[in-house]
């Protein structure tokens, strides 16, 4: 038996619980609505009367949100979004105001999030936005749960990721991958100079390699990279920066993959060798909730991100 619908989504109502999510306590939802956190409490137990469903179970001293109050607020983010688009649009010179939160990748927050935002504080001083460092998956789980806005995300060709069911994704840039290998190496196993051909990494089969230690996409790139060459890889260290990659190949411990904007062709030690015959690159995507791209503090940040990726990224990979 369906449970019985009692009124009209009320949006004020709506964007309390939306604030409950990002915020954590109905406290914080009144400093920042200017709410009495009673008249907060009061407006979500009609909202749950609105809906029909229960939204928010006591969880100790605090409240948290049962699964339909995640599912409500997963709307309620795309429906909020579409409204204030609207408004800002019928105002016409509104700036866009707001926090936005932004989960990246390392190498994501240093090309390009770091200028972006640096612009973004200059030109629209009214949309604040925070950084979390995460990898792909973690950042989809924050876009899904409404913990963050705009995602900065990567996934490998030889190893193509599905976005999750409600988060868009735009093509950003495409990177090659470099094979990373201690000075000399290939001298010694009887590689010739120059970009290396898929086939001609079996002779570094008996050499051990570096993979990451918090993603699983890493190890299947090489996995299959290695495939093609005709062995199996010996993974023997799991690190998480890409630096750290670069530290071990200098001091002889490994070799491992690094994508050409992560790689420091100056570092000591380590020969930076390109890869032929194989889509051995990396695309990085930016990310939304479906429906939240008009969202106009959206907007603003993800279109600073694509100037940042022109002035950085795009001038870095046009010069090699």
């Not at 090489?222 to 990659?245: E, K, N, S």
């Amino acid at each position: 038996m369906q449970p019985e619908h009692h009124g009209e989504l009320d949006l004020t109502r709506l964007r309390l619980l939306v604030e409950l999510s990002r915020l954590g306590t109905m406290s914080a939802v009144a400093e920042a609505t200017g709410y009495r956190t009673s008249a907060v409490s009061k407006h979500l137990a009609v909202l749950e009367r609105e809906v029909g469903r229960k939204l928010l179970v006591p969880d100790g001293r605090r409240v948290r949100l049962t699964p339909a109050g995640r599912r409500l607020v997963q709307h309620g983010l795309g429906i909020l979004a579409a409204v204030d688009a609207a408004e800002a649009e019928l105002r016409g010179d509104a700036e866009p105001a707001g926090l936005v939160r932004i989960g990246a990748f390392a190498t994501g927050v240093e090309t390009v999030l770091v200028a972006a935002l640096h612009s973004l504080a200059q030109e629209v001083p009214g949309v604040e936005a925070h950084v979390f460092e995460h990898e792909p998956d973690e950042t989809y789980s924050l876009l899904l749960d409404g913990r963050a806005e705009v995602g900065l995300v990567y996934e490998y060709r030889l190893a193509p990721r599905t976005p999750p069911e409600g988060v868009e994704v735009e093509p950003l840039w495409e990177e090659p991958f470099l094979l990373a290998v201690p000075e000399g190496l290939p001298e010694r196993v009887g590689l010739p100079d120059g970009p290396l051909e898929v086939g001609r990494l079996a002779a570094l089969a008996d050499v051990e390699w570096i993979a990451n230690s918090r993603g699983t996409d890493d190890d299947e790139v090489v996995q299959r990279l290695c495939a093609l060459a005709g062995f199996t890889p010996r993974i023997a260290h799991r690190v998480d920066a890409l630096t750290l990659v670069q530290s071990l190949v200098g001091a002889g411990l490994g070799i491992g993959l690094l994508p050409r904007l992560s790689a420091r062709p100056e570092r000591a030690g380590v020969e930076l060798r390109a890869l032929e015959g194989v889509p051995a690159t990396r695309r990085a995507l930016l990310a939304h909730r479906q429906g939240q791209g008009g969202w106009p503090p959206i907007a603003a940040v993800e279109e600073h991100i694509r100037r940042a990726v022109e002035r950085t990224v795009e001038l870095v990979l046009s010069t090699d």
